[in-house]
């Protein structure tokens, strides 16, 4: 090849040179107004982080007040219910005045239940102390809340604790009821529980009936009673951890000592309850087994005697003490002291030289006047 073919050769060859250059994205006004830039990665598939705006929390209104419009209004409607002394008027109308809301437009009241007495209510809000199922009967309530009415007002430390729970009488013993009564008291122990502020424990509570229609069905009524019993006591208390058991399931050790316990007292072939009145149990205590001792009342009179109406101003039981001589002591029956004095025979006759009576006498046994002889 000679020089000329060469150096057309070289004259002809083309150069090509690749730019690479980033890759720009246009710019979203709405994110904050900066610029981003993705910076080329010779890896693939590999997922590029953007950086995403700043949002505001969610608010959740669900714990708001109720009408109420904003987080602040909210916020000092549950400060003024809580003092239960300012008045508060919100936005939707509603009014709080004195820890009571009065509810504007057409809001409806709830349907009314048997009210319970205010020492009741204080227990079933703080579920600490027991309450016997026979309290939730609808016409024990109503006639406790008449005798509540026209009670007087009394002071606290005057008044008994049972005085102070129930308005009028006790209410029978739950282990006397039988199943139906049984059904209507459970069926308002749980409407109180929720209105107290206790659904999720009302709603255990519906799982243990069935519990306990079952027991009805398999061992008794007794047995079935004796451990609904034993459930609530165990649900209605205080305990050290806090915590109760799952009593929607049947409890083997509670239901073990129902059995123990009704089959000591002779319950278990009976169909229904045999301590209700006309029974043949119904002269013994269903807690004990033993006959119901019968307490009574001692009957005072009407009329009480006033053992210093005869002198006001008393200064001892004769003359010398100036007082009306006529003093009745704590222990007197009515007779003369004069007539018939315990120290009148000679049996007690040196004792009647040291009489302080005003009819002294000598050691002769002689009435004399002024000092002893």
Not at 58 to 71: E, L, M, R, T, V
Not at 145 to 174: F, L
Not at 222 to 232: H, K
Not at 334 to 340: Q, T, V
Request: hydrophobic content about 30%.
């Amino acid at each position: 090849m000679d020089e000329d073919d060469s150096i057309s050769e070289k004259s002809n060859s083309v150069a090509f040179i690749r730019e690479v250059r980033p890759a720009k994205i246009q710019v979203d006004k709405s994110i904050g107004g900066v610029e981003v830039q993705v910076v080329p990665n010779n890896t693939t598939n590999v997922p590029v982080h953007v950086p995403q705006p700043e949002t505001l929390p969610i608010q959740d209104k669900s714990k708001w007040f109720q009408g109420a419009s904003s987080k602040e209004e909210s916020d000092k409607a549950f400060a003024v219910l809580a003092s239960k002394k300012e008045t508060l008027e919100l936005t939707n109308g509603d009014v709080i005045h004195n820890g009571r809301i009065l509810r504007s437009g057409n809001a409806q009241m709830k349907q009314s239940l048997a009210p319970l007495s205010p020492g009741l209510t204080i227990i079933l809000k703080g579920l600490t102390s027991y309450i016997q199922l026979t309290v939730f009967d609808e016409e024990w309530l109503i006639k406790d809340q008449k005798a509540w009415s026209s009670r007087t007002t009394k002071s606290d430390k005057k008044e008994s604790g049972e005085a102070r729970i129930y308005g009028g009488e006790a209410p029978v013993e739950e282990l006397t009821i039988d199943y139906e009564v049984w059904g209507d008291c459970i069926e308002l122990f749980c409407t109180h529980l929720t209105e107290c502020g206790w659904k999720p424990v009302a709603d255990k509570f519906e799982s243990h009936i069935a519990v306990v229609k079952k027991l009805r069905k398999d061992f008794g009524w007794m047995v079935a009673l004796r451990y609904c019993r034993l459930v609530r006591q165990g649900v209605m208390r205080e305990t050290v951890d806090k915590s109760v058991g799952n009593y929607a399931e049947l409890q083997e050790a509670l239901l073990v000592e129902a059995k123990t316990t009704a089959e000591s007292y002779n319950e278990r072939h009976y169909k229904t309850n045999p301590y209700a009145p006309g029974r043949p149990k119904a002269h013994l205590c269903p807690l004990t087994n033993k006959p119901k001792t019968i307490t009574t009342t001692r009957e005072s009179s009407g009329t009480v005697e006033n053992r210093h109406a005869n002198t006001s101003s008393y200064k001892g039981n004769g003359r010398r003490g100036k007082g009306g001589g006529n003093y009745k002591g704590r222990h007197d029956d009515g007779r003369s002291w004069r007539k018939d004095d315990r120290y009148g025979n000679d049996q007690y006759a040196s004792h009647r030289d040291k009489s302080r009576s005003p009819n002294r006498r000598d050691k002769d046994g002689k009435p004399v006047k002024g000092k002893r002889a």
